[in-house]
T-cell receptor, first 112, second 115 residues
Framework: DVKVTQSSRYLVKRTGEKVFLECVQDMDHENMFWYRQDPGLGLRLIYF???????EKGDIPEGYSVSREKKERFSLILESASTNQTSMYLC???????????FGDGTRLSIL | AQKVTQAQTEISVVEKEDVTLDCVYETRDTTYYLFWYKQPPSGELVFLIR??????QNEISGRYSWNFQKSTSSFNFTITASQVVDSAVYFC????????????FGSGTKLNVKP
């Protein structure tokens, strides 16, 4: 089974902090994604990566950056956290081709 | 415009009732994929089914069934004899051939199954 692991289930940070959310997958998938999930808005794509060191902006990249130095790891960075970034963050991966995405358990991030 | 619309925000049923979750999509591509995911309270999205645009056959898996109708751009999901463990948020998603990296998710339908 594919395993997508997010480093934290719950995280509380302060406004202005630099926040790192880590995601690791164990199936050698090329594609990795970061979404945020908010009530009534479904999943919105922040960034995705289709290869090491490659990244593309999704629908809501403002205030975020990403890093993919190794194939298995995709990090989401909040450069200067703000309260409107309080949300559930979901990481996903899938291999080449029309395959379903596999998701991690999510990180509930609160910015105080 | 929304690519995937799940008009039902929340549905409540009593155990053993049948329930249908609606999904309407919009695309100009002739080749595309449709997905359903389940998100239980634990948070992880669990993949349920993938359908490509050339396969309109309905699918049944145990108590779950899916009705794909291109004529109405719908991909509805029915749970027969619902159980409390079916309580979750269900998401429908679309992936188009022009950019299969991009998944368009609906806003989700929260299903409450009461004992």
């Amino acid at each position: 089974d594919v395993k997508v692991t997010q480093s934290s289930r719950y995280l509380v940070k302060r406004t202005g902090e630099k926040v790192f959310l880590e995601c690791v997958q164990d199936m050698d998938h090329e594609n990795m994604f970061w979404y945020r999930q908010d009530p009534g808005l479904g999943l919105r794509l922040i960034y995705f990566s289709y290869d090491v060191k490659m990244k593309e902006k999704g629908d809501i990249p403002e205030g975020y950056s990403v890093s993919r130095e190794k194939k298995e790891r995709f990090s989401l960075i909040l450069e200067s956290a703000s309260t409107n970034q309080t949300s559930m963050y979901l990481c996903a991966s899938f291999p080449r081709g029309r395959q379903p995405q596999h998701f991690g358990d999510g990180t509930r991030l609160s910015i105080l | 415009a929304q690519k995937v619309t799940q008009a039902q925000t929340e549905i409540s049923v009593v155990e053993k009732e049948d329930v249908t979750l609606d999904c309407v999509y919009e695309t100009r591509d002739t080749t595309y994929y449709l997905f359903w995911y389940k998100q239980p309270p634990s948070g992880e999205l669990v993949f349920l089914i993938r359908r490509n645009s050339f396969d309109e056959q309905n699918e049944i898996s145990g108590r779950y069934s899916w009705n794909f109708q291109k004529s109405t751009s719908s991909f509805n999901f029915t749970i027969t004899a619902s159980q409390v463990v079916d309580s979750a948020v269900y998401f429908c998603a679309l992936s188009e051939a022009r950019n299969f990296n991009k998944f368009y998710f609906g806003s989700g339908t929260k299903l409450n199954v009461k004992p």
